[in-house]
């Protein structure tokens, strides 16, 4: 299992002193206990962003949690309409094979998906949660195809960035030539 120290490795030190999550009103308001790997991520990152492509948020981005969750329906109301229209999701193993499946619950629904991150190809990366905060694990999906990785957003991230894992949803990364940038404000984005 990767730690954050493994992390660290590959995009770098943090550039400057994240912005703080008020981790126990954002768990008040939206019924949630997030995972450990996850919060220490968030204490030591701010926003992170690789190769202009793959972004993963901070839940104090913005700071106000109504706002932040705000954006997460946002995010999952879009996934939704898709899923329910089909009433089924193709999800693709290791392997390359697809499988029709029932779709996955979204939040607010029990065990339902949660989002942290999201690529310039509008891939949605989320969290399958659990009641248990360290059961939480990762799916991806372009809105067509979808995949499950049975590991934590840090095992997630050190894999896909360093090469030792692929997610079929999304290109391979070429961790000798990564360019990651942290913001630790919503300010510091890049604007178009």
């Excluded at 939480?136 to 360093?162: A, M, Y």
């Amino acid at each position: 299992m990767a730690v954050l120290a493994d992390l660290e490795v590959i995009v770098g030190p943090p550039a400057a002193v994240p912005p703080p999550v008020d981790w126990p009103t954002l768990e008040r308001i939206s019924g949630l206990v997030f995972p450990q790997d996850y919060k220490e991520l968030a204490a030591r990152y701010g926003m992170l962003e690789v190769d202009a492509f793959l972004a993963v948020n901070h839940l104090g981005m913005p700071a106000e949690v109504s706002a932040m969750l705000r954006q997460c329906q946002e995010t999952l109301e879009g996934l939704r309409i898709l899923v329910e229209d089909l009433g089924f999701i193709y999800v693709e193993d290791d392997f390359g094979r697809e499988v029709e499946a029932e779709p996955y619950p979204f939040y607010p629904d029990p065990g339902g998906l949660f989002p942290w991150g999201a690529t310039q190809n509008g891939d949605t990366l989320l969290w399958l949660t659990d009641l248990d905060p360290n059961r939480w694990t990762i799916v991806v999906t372009d809105g067509g195809t979808w995949w499950h990785f049975d590991g934590g957003i840090v095992d997630f991230l050190v894999g896909i960035l360093s090469g030792t894992l692929q997610c079929p949803v999304l290109p391979a990364f070429s961790p000798s030539e990564l360019r990651v940038f942290q913001y630790a404000s919503l300010d510091q984005l890049p604007h178009e």
